[in-house]
């Protein structure tokens, strides 16, 4: 059974940092392009980080460059999202997804082309 499971969220102060993880089972990682998205309350769905399956390209939205990175564990088939400098507009809940075949996310295409989705992990960010 695919699935993808995020954990690590939590409450954090402001300036803080946070590491999430993403662990797959069903499936090999390594194949896929990684995303991390979140959403805030009362907005949408946004894309946070993209890496691409020969980790060698990498998007990074402007609201996050400088602070968030991410990477990955072949071995332990896991993702992370490394988080610091935490901002209280960081607030939310936080996914994600990966998509075979392709370095990046489609921002016009539903759940942004994405194949399969973890449930989220909430953080919040206290000021």
């Known amino acids: 059974q695919v699935q993808l499971v995020e954990s690590g969220g939590g409450l954090v102060q402001s300036g803080g940092s946070l590491r999430l993880s993403c662990a797959a089972s069903?499936?090999?990682?390594?194949?896929?392009?990684i995303g991390w998205f979140r959403q805030a309350p009362g907005k949408e769905r946004e894309a946070v980080l993209c890496?691409?399956?020969?980790?060698?390209?990498?998007y990074y939205s402007d609201s996050v460059k400088g602070r968030f990175t991410i990477s990955r564990d072949n071995a332990k088939n896991t993702v992370y999202l490394q988080m610091n400098s935490l901002k209280p507009e960081d607030t939310a809940v936080y996914y994600c997804?990966?998509?075979?075949?392709?370095?990046?996310?489609?921002?016009?295409?539903?759940?942004?082309?994405?194949?399969?989705w973890g449930k989220g992990t909430l953080v919040t960010v206290s000021s």
């Open positions: 997804a990966v998509r075979w075949g392709y370095s990046d996310y489609d921002a016009q295409a539903p759940n942004y082309g994405m194949d399969y």
């Open positions: 069903g499936f090999t990682l390594n194949y896929y392009a």
């Open positions: 890496i691409s399956s020969s980790d060698d390209s990498t």
